[in-house]
């Protein structure tokens, strides 16, 4: 039996008319009690009906013992009763019509079997009816714009509730309304925030895709401790982008501790972090350390909007804030703005020339008194068309608050972002309270400045997207060769169908084979060992390079077939290709995301060096050659000292080539790895020297 369509979209549920309390009560120790009366205490527009059978009234408002008893439809009913009264009050609202439950109440699939069972069994009778679930175990919706405060939080009483331009979604109810509550503190706005608890029902992509097209949400935060629908969540979060609107995420668990210990090189550096590090990237989703920090920088961004540029001017008090900013400015990779020839000699007019310089130092102005710094030329730098944001760092000085107001609204009036640092301590209060009134975001600390410019800076635009090559094979690669590891070999034959470059070789089950290859490949050559079980050949004494005669070959395969035994089925000869640099190149079929393409470089040297980028399959080479750039090792490639510049159209190449042979064989490959791939010189191409895959038939 196919279920109906829910009677509501996640818009309408965002904006109700008329919502029914379920555990509505007057003690504010229980959760249906605060809920109740923080959503009718903080001005939500609708009606509201609070459903306790003991009572016929709550402040002033008259009870129903049942939601089925209310005398008008009911577009949601929030559910904050004990477990075991869930399910009844779950079919009496899907009977009655309710659109939507918010389902308060705790101790469903979080604590076990038997409340995962009562959950699914939630779902069911809900689906049936259409009626859309929030929660179980969450805290409440809040849509600012539409006067809703729906959370059972002690400290909505507590917040502000000012309309804003932030959407933001929590995993965690409690660490929802702690954030909330410290945003509004530092200057957030919020246009929605939302407590998804247990996702039964709805779920993060759900609410991801309302903020796309939600008129109000400039910028989207999240806390996430894990996905439901991986695919889902990335769709979602690129309609965020397309719509121009960023999406912040903090998300729980980064750490590898208790990764599974893998045999690839590839699936050593594409750990679970990393690889939601790509996906994030690709899909215009900006990974945060710091819920505090997101809030900061979200509010940025709905102010001001994208940025146009990344030059930003400093201007403060004191030549040391100076340096020490400068320094810190390097470190994380933020850009000081380069004022003109026109810039600087306007500037002259106020500092001496020789002190001249970003930052501007107000110590340096010709008038050195600091009775009246006016706006110590900020209005003449930021008009510098290499300025995108300004930032103002206040230290202590004569009349500080006046000159804290003087540069911040000359800081405001020049339309471009502005913030404000205050370094020292009590003596700025008074500055404080200025950029409260002028409605200027403004930090204790540098790095808190500087981590909003970063993370305002961070989002990126769509990349091309992937076009599959003319000459790729149609059939599925690696299948009917089983399960496990599979030899160099046949996965370079595999590799070469895809257009990749491979070594000229041959597989040899004994001696006498490996001679007769040797001679038709010419010397000198290569001798690799392979079997099911030897997986780093290097490192296990199965390879032997530069091979020049007959003798030597038959002392190399009898001294490896001493040293591995019955290991040994056999080996590879191979010319002895070269090449200028050693890359890797890799594929990762992550659990949730799906197959990833590695690249990096270093060969044997991957993990030591670990300089490696991950991308989601498939993949465009111009893709693969903007994140190149990247690399801690980009100059190799380009060229440095005297060395050659690289194929690095050919690398790109061979990345997108190997994207397409992960999105082919689907879920049947489930690593591979193409270590060393040779990098030559550009227009020379490249070739891979060795290649491991590991295959799932099932």
């Known amino acids: 039996m196919t279920n109906p369509a829910p009677r509501q979209s996640v818009a309408q549920i965002m904006n109700p008319g008329t919502i029914a309390f379920i555990g509505a009560s007057e003690d504010q120790r229980k959760f249906g009690g605060r809920i109740f009366y923080n959503t009718l205490s903080l001005g939500f527009p609708g009606r509201i009906i609070p459903v306790n059978p003991k009572r016929e009234t709550l402040f002033d408002l008259p009870c129903v013992p049942r939601v089925s008893e209310a005398d008008v439809p009911v577009d949601m009913a929030v559910i904050a009763v ?8 779950i079919e009496d609202c899907a009977a009655s019509g309710v659109a939507c439950c918010v389902v308060i109440s705790a101790g469903f699939t979080e604590t076990g079997a038997e409340g995962a069972a009562l959950e699914q069994r939630m779902i069911e009778v809900a689906r049936s009816q259409g009626m859309r679930l929030v929660g179980p175990n969450g805290l409440g919706l809040i849509n600012t714009h539409a006067g809703l405060i ?16 932030i959407g933001f979604i929590s995993q965690s109810g409690a660490l929802m309304a702690t954030v909330y509550n410290r945003g509004v503190g530092d200057g957030a706005r919020f246009s929605s925030a939302i407590s998804i608890g247990n996702q039964a029902d709805l779920e993060l992509a759900d609410f991801l895709e309302w903020m796309a097209q939600d008129e109000a949400t400039k910028v989207v935060t999240l806390y996430v401790e894990g996905f439901k629908n991986p695919d889902r969540f990335v769709a979602a979060a690129r309609q965020c982008r397309d719509a121009g609107k960023p999406v912040l995420m903090v998300k729980s668990g980064r750490s590898e501790e208790g990764a599974r210990v893998t045999m690839s090189h590839t699936a050593s550096l594409a750990g679970s972090w990393r690889v939601l590090e790509a996906m994030c990237r690709e899909a215009g989703v900006v990974p945060v350390d710091d819920v505090n920090g997101m809030m900061q920088a979200a509010e940025m961004i709905s102010r001001y909007g994208q940025p146009n540029g990344d030059g930003i001017c400093v201007i403060t008090g004191s030549g040391g804030a100076a340096a020490i900013t400068t320094d810190r400015f390097d470190d994380v990779g933020l850009r000081l703005a380069q004022f003109s020839p026109e810039t600087r000699a306007s500037l002259e007019e106020v500092y001496v020339p020789e002190q001249l310089g970003n930052p501007l130092d107000l110590g340096a102005m010709k008038d050195r008194s600091f009775i009246d710094v006016d706006d110590g030329g900020l209005t003449i730098a930021a008009a510098d068309p290499d300025v995108a944001a300004n930032l103002i760092m206040i230290t202590t000085g004569p009349q500080m608050t006046q000159s804290a107001r003087s540069l911040a609204e000359a800081g405001k009036a020049t339309g471009k972002p502005t913030l404000v640092v205050f370094t020292p301590g009590s003596s700025s209060d008074g500055g404080r309270e200025v950029m409260t009134e002028l409605e200027i975001l403004n930090y204790e600390t540098t790095d808190e400045a500087l981590r909003v410019f970063k993370t305002w800076l961070a989002p990126t635009k769509a990349g091309p997207a992937a076009v599959r090559p003319d000459d790729l094979p149609t059939d599925a690669p690696f299948a009917g060769h089983g399960d496990g590891w599979l030899d160099e070999h046949t996965v370079k034959a ?12 041959h597989a040899a089950a004994s001696p006498d084979a490996a001679l007769a290859a040797a001679e038709s490949i010419g010397w000198p050559i290569a001798l690799k060992g392979f079997g099911p079980d030897i997986i780093h050949k290097s490192e296990e004494g199965a390879v032997a390079l530069g091979i020049n005669s007959a003798d030597d070959l038959t002392l190399a395969w009898q001294d490896m077939a001493t040293r591995l035994g019955d290991r040994l089925a056999g080996c590879v000869v191979s010319e002895m290709a070269s090449g200028e640099a050693e890359a890797i190149l890799g594929i990762q079929n992550d659990a949730q995301f ?3 393409v590695l690249v990096g470089l270093g060969g044997v040297l991957a993990e030591v060096l670990d300089d490696v980028i991950l991308l989601p399959c498939p993949v465009h080479p111009d893709r693969v050659k903007e994140r190149l750039q990247s690399l801690k090792l980009w100059p190799v490639l380009e060229g440095v000292r005297g060395r050659p510049a690289l194929d690095i159209n050919a690398l790109a190449d061979a990345a997108a080539r190997l994207s397409w042979l992960a999105m082919d064989a689907g879920s049947n490959l489930q690593e591979l790895d193409i ?16 290649a491991r895959a590991r295959v799932d038939g099932s």
């Not at 595999?494 to 070789?505: F, K, N, Q, S």
């Open 82 to 89: 004990p477990r075991a009264f869930v399910m009844d009050h």
């Open 594 to 596: 799906g197959p990833m």
């Open 675 to 690: 270590n060393p791939l040779f990098l030559r010189r550009t227009g020379k191409g490249t070739v891979a020297v060795d």
């Open 494 to 505: 595999v590799l070469a169908r895809y257009g990749i470059p491979v070594t000229r070789e």
């Open 150 to 165: 729906m959370n059972s939080s002690p400290s909505m009483q507590d917040s502000a509730h000012e309309p804003g331009g």
